[in-house]
């Protein structure tokens, strides 16, 4: 079992930047695909970024390519996702995600994931 534990959401205003952490505990992330999602009232959850299982290859979503990055401390057993250049549609609930299974084409399927957090909240907003 691996337990997510999200931290560092808030409010920032457009423009800003904010840095999400998702601390894992329970087994190591090595060997998992890790993801962060979001979802936003009303709309679907949304791929923002991941690491593959093998940790050499990051994938990001459209709407964020150039604006987010997403890193890992491995002694820390934690995945970071740096959002930079905010804008109030990036606002939404942040979700951190991981599974021993997802494959290369499937990294932007939540189904994919086996783990979660409970989420955090970012809002963009002036």
């Known amino acids: 079992q691996v337990q997510l534990v999200e931290s560092g959401g808030g409010f920032v205003q457009p423009g800003g930047s904010l840095r999400v952490s998702c601390a894992a505990s329970g087994r190591s992330l090595n060997g998992y695909a890790v993801a962060w999602f979001r979802q936003a009232p009303g709309k679907e959850r949304e791929f923002v970024a991941a690491?593959?299982?093998?940790?050499?290859?990051?994938y990001y979503g459209d709407s964020v390519k150039g604006r987010f990055t997403i890193s890992r401390d491995d002694g820390k057993n934690t995945v970071f996702l740096q959002m930079n250049s905010l804008k109030r549609e990036d606002t939404g609930v942040y979700y951190c995600a991981a599974g021993r299974r997802v494959i290369t084409s499937s990294i932007p399927n939540h189904a994919q994931y086996d783990y979660w957090g409970q989420g955090t909240q970012v809002t963009v907003s002036s």
């Open positions: 690491f593959s299982r093998s940790g050499g290859f990051t």
